[in-house]
């Protein structure tokens, strides 16, 4: 059950009564307020500032008081100069997390007064709560309900902020789709179940849905998604989801292998138990097709999503082969651990021929993006600035911070091959670059971005531990591609 969120008319804090969530800065030597208050909250506060609560980002402390309100969430937001959204949405969410573990069923919050947008400050708040009281326990043989169900804001009420609420529920939503798809493991996660599960998230939603099993792929000249799929079992699919809000025409396209074990080159066996992460650009794109739909967004905007299974078997495609994609280009292949460029090949190519304003593709591509950024940013590639540096604006917004990295010449010539138009691997030197480089080959004159998410995804060792986002698959990129999306939308209004 999703948290419920309602707008309250601005009061006072010691008018407010129940369990109420206090925004506080890190000062110099204690703990300042971010809101006014006054008499016996404010010495109640003062009592605790700079001994036991300092306000860093992300600290929660809690004072049950004889009063109205009754109870204190303090909620660090760090120090007032480094505050942006998503500490925000860091904050929030702890502290939701902090009503939840005290048992709480309803819980208020005041907004800090800042330099922000109040509707953006709302949204940011609304969407920490959310996505930090996220749980996946489909596996689990005693779940633990949420206690917490209600969070009460108490702010201006005016359109701007009614839409920020609804924005932010509507936005989650998508992000959990995203997240509940990413977390389930391979064998519940087929390509066949993808598909079932791509089209169980958005059938209601009036997103026009076809899911292209192996005849048709092998008609349709797909020969990146028909050969990495042909070493499996489980037959590979390509989704296509179109939602129709009126407006240009913009693709997402999502890398989804629900199991990656390399192939024939086969993966070492260390974490290869998080090879089912595989499929977060797939799932990232269903969730941005929900969320798209939810807002109603006034774009058109189409999903592809090619499903394979990697597997080694005596039908596996192998190194040395050839394949042929549907534009017509060429790859020998050196790796086949190197097989998400393969069916995002097609599938751009596929998005290509549709003439978008923006294509942009979401993938677990490769583990030199985490060498290169650690798991703290995505991967941006761009063939153009402009696309490039709006995806970095929405980045910065969202919290899912991308950083752009070149494509220059050098980097495809390492790409040559002498039997075929390229090879699907150019080497360790710079490979998020040459992968890259690799898709590039197959957008056409298009507008086109590719994120590289391998290293954002999911949690892993030397990820940043944030609030609103809990151990396992993120959903990155599905509030980031929505954020660029709807500035998109505004901007033909």
């Not at 932010?168 to 789709?177: D, L, P, T």
């Not at 003439?355 to 677990?364: E, G, H, Q, S, V």
Request: proline share 4%; glycine share 10%.
């Amino acid at each position: 059950m999703m948290l419920e969120v309602k707008l309250e008319a601005e009061r006072k804090p010691d008018e407010i009564s129940g369990a109420l969530i206090v925004p506080m800065f890190k000062g110099e030597e204690k703990a300042e307020p971010a809101v006014e208050l006054k008499g016996d909250l404010e010495a109640v506060v003062g009592r605790v500032s700079g001994h036991e609560f300092k306000a860093e980002l992300e600290e929660v402390y809690s004072i049950p008081i004889e009063a109205a309100p009754d109870r204190l969430i303090l909620a660090g937001l760090g120090e007032k100069k480094e505050l942006d959204l998503d500490c925000l949405r860091r904050a929030y969410g702890k502290a939701a997390l902090k009503a939840d573990e005290l048992e709480l069923e309803s819980v208020n919050a005041v907004i800090p007064k800042i330099d922000k947008p109040v509707h953006e400050v709302v949204q940011a708040i609304v969407e920490g709560a959310i996505l930090a009281l996220y749980r996946f326990e489909r596996y689990k043989s005693e779940k633990k309900e949420r206690k917490l169900r209600e969070l009460k804001i108490f702010t201006k009420i005016n359109e701007e902020t009614k839409k920020a609420v609804e924005a932010a529920i509507k936005i989650c939503e998508g992000v959990k789709v995203a997240r509940d798809i990413a977390n389930t493991p391979s064998s519940d996660c087929t390509p066949e179940k993808f598909a079932e599960m791509a089209v169980a998230a958005v059938k209601n939603l009036g997103i026009r849905y076809r899911v292209y099993g192996m005849k048709e792929l092998q008609e349709m000249g797909m020969g990146g998604i028909v050969n990495v799929g042909r070493g499996s079992r489980h037959e590979p699919k390509l989704i296509e989801l179109e939602y129709d809000g009126g407006g240009d025409l913009y693709v997402a396209a999502g890398k989804a292998v629900t199991f990656d074990s390399g192939g024939i080159s086969i993966k070492p066996h260390e974490k290869l138990h998080e090879m089912k992460f595989d499929k977060s650009g797939g799932a990232a794109v269903v969730g941005i097709l929900v969320a798209a739909a939810l807002l109603k967004l006034p774009v058109r905007l189409i999903g592809l999503i090619p499903v394979v299974e990697n597997m080694p078997s005596g039908s596996a495609y192998k190194p040395g082969d050839i394949i042929r994609f549907r534009n017509g280009k060429t790859a020998e292949i050196i790796s086949t651990d190197a097989e998400g460029r393969l069916i995002l090949a097609d599938a751009l190519a596929y998005a290509a021929e549709k003439k978008p304003r923006a294509l942009i593709d979401l993938a677990t591509l490769t583990g030199a993006c985490v060498i290169a950024l650690g798991n703290h940013a995505s991967g941006l590639f761009s063939n153009n600035d402009e696309l490039a540096e709006k995806l970095i604006k929405s980045g910065e917004e969202t919290g899912e911070r991308v950083w752009r990295l070149p494509l220059w010449k050098p980097y495809y010539n390492q790409l040559k091959s002498e039997v075929a138009d390229m090879k699907n691997t150019g080497g360790s030197a710079g490979g998020a670059i040459t992968a890259a480089a690799f898709l590039s080959n197959f957008v056409g004159d298009n507008a086109w971005a590719h994120l590289d998410i391998a290293g954002t995804a999911w949690t892993q060792e030397q990820s940043e531990q944030k609030s609103y986002i809990p151990k396992g698959a993120t959903g990155v990129g599905v509030r980031l591609v929505i954020n660029f999306l709807m500035k998109e939308g505004k901007k033909k209004n």
